[in-house]
């Protein structure tokens, strides 16, 4: 069976979006799995691979998601591949804390190269986003003996007990789901679409209000770490303007806190950059990452300045998963595939493309409030026309037409309203040109 990286990069419909295959499994999807689960599109995966994901019904649909920035070397990349099989047939778990194996040894040693900043790193490995953003709080307050973490608006940052603390938005992450850990502040977020104050002045006017209210409202030296997505994921896409993340990482540096870079969504070429905070030259104490890290198998990363990591007590930080071997070899594939094949170069020339197609849209379309973003990650913020009213019906239709047309397209956003692109960053040309040309259509028929 052809498969991965070598099925035909097309999009190709065969029936309607569900197709029946795909129809017998939702029924049975409902009556087996828990209700509390979301759905981005509504058909049942045989195979996917380069820019497509191919249904059980033979349709072949644009992937404009990539597993939300997990899969950015491809579904089944040839290295990924090999590396896992190799791994499986010689052993597929010890425990690190265990017996330890040279792949976790290895994918450290690759995060403290690759992550930003000259001074000697250290790494930890986990399963997850929310598992890695939780260490490095736990670490970061071990580090400085404070507990307060501060977040921001819009922020998503997991949905464990702590993540969810973090994470801003109420439904449908939070709802009912409390009490929530203490400990977490919320700080403006410096969104220049939806800013208040003067729009030519947003990251200084953010700073300012961010760096008031921690003094005020926490006392800046109980601070153990500002944690921030360097561009926001499930938040909306929202872009901090050049100045709010070096001016955090100073006030942290200035202030014995440290400044912690959750780049599970924006990292591993997905910006143009190996990570998103590269793009200004700033140094994070701790760098989280997951998604993009495992060519789609479940691994996190935690990796910051060596005397920070090594904070934790013996035993202190761990887990029966946390860097498990099969992982660890899929991430060393993933790592060479992104490297060897320049795929941050990649996803920069992608976002040439992405930014001229949404830049149009958005002369085209009165439903388009806002296009923002870099590289391989880039979206629009949809509103009701003349207004900067949430268009939420625009983005279901704009969506529900994408499906139907072949094309999978991602949702995000506080207010509900924004169309997030996240292709893999091994998608040809033509086929992004192709998604694209559907979205402008898709964006029409929401219009009209
Ligand atoms: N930090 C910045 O984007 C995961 C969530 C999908 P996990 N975002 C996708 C969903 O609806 O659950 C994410 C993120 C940022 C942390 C996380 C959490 O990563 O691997 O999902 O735990």
């Not at 930003?116 to 709080?137: C, D, H, Q, R």
């Not at 692109?421 to 040809?428: A, C, D, E, R, T």
Request: net charge negative; charged share 20%.
């Amino acid at each position: 069976m052809t498969s991965g990286p070598h099925i035909p990069q097309e999009r190709r419909l065969v029936t309607a979006i569900p197709g029946p295959k795909s129809q017998e499994w939702l029924a049975r999807r409902s009556e087996a799995t828990s209700a509390g689960l979301g759905m981005a599109i509504p058909v049942f995966v045989a195979q996917a691979g380069g820019g497509v994901i191919v249904d059980i019904d033979g349709n072949s649909i644009i992937d404009m998601a990539a597993g939300i920035a997990t899969v950015n070397v491809g579904n089944s990349a040839d290295r990924v591949v090999e590396n896992v099989i190799a791994q499986v047939q010689s052993f597929t778990h010890t425990c690190f804390t265990v017996a330890p194996y040279s792949g976790y040894v290895e994918v450290c040693e690759a995060l403290n190269r690759m992550a930003p900043g000259t001074f000697k790193k250290k790494s930890l490995l986990v399963n997850s986003g929310a598992e890695a953003v939780e260490n490095a709080v736990k670490i970061a307050r071990a580090y400085t003996k404070r507990a307060a973490v501060v977040v921001f608006e819009h922020a998503y940052h997991g949905r464990t007990n702590l993540t969810m603390a973090m994470t801003a938005k109420n439904i449908p992450y939070k709802e009912g789901f409390g009490p929530f850990a203490p400990e977490v502040y919320r700080m403006p977020m410096a969104y220049p679409y939806r800013w208040l104050g003067d729009k030519n002045n947003v990251a200084q006017e953010a700073l300012d209000m961010v760096l008031h209210k921690i003094e005020k409202e926490i006392g800046a030296h109980n601070v153990a770490a500002i944690v921030i997505e360097p561009i926001q994921g499930e938040g909306g896409f929202v872009v901090p303007p050049k100045g709010f993340l070096p001016g955090l990482a100073a006030f942290a540096k200035a202030n014995g806190a440290l400044f912690i870079a959750d780049e599970v969504q924006t990292g591993f070429a997905r910006t143009g950059k190996m990570f998103a905070v590269e793009d200004e030259g700033v140094e994070p104490d701790i760098v989280v990452t997951a998604k993009g890290i495992g060519g789609g198998l479940p691994l996190g990363g935690i990796t910051g300045r060596a005397e920070v990591m090594d904070a934790a007590v013996v035993s202190g930080v761990g887990g029966t998963f946390g860097g498990n071997p099969v992982a660890c070899a899929a991430a060393l594939g993933a790592f060479a595939t992104i490297e060897e094949d320049g795929l941050a170069a990649k996803a920069a020339h992608m976002g040439e493309i992405i930014g001229a197609a949404l830049a149009k849209m958005k002369e085209k379309y009165a439903i388009v409030g806002d296009v923002r973003g870099r590289g391989a990650m880039q979206a629009l913020e949809l509103i009701i026309p003349g207004s900067d009213e949430p268009n939420t019906k625009a983005m279901q239709d704009a969506v529900k037409y994408c499906q139907q047309h072949g094309v999978l397209v991602l949702t995000a956003g506080t207010y509900s309203n924004v169309i997030r692109l996240l292709p893999p960053l091994v998608m040809p040309d033509a086929l992004l040109i192709e998604a694209l040309g559907i979205l402008d259509d898709a964006l029409a028929a929401a219009s009209a």
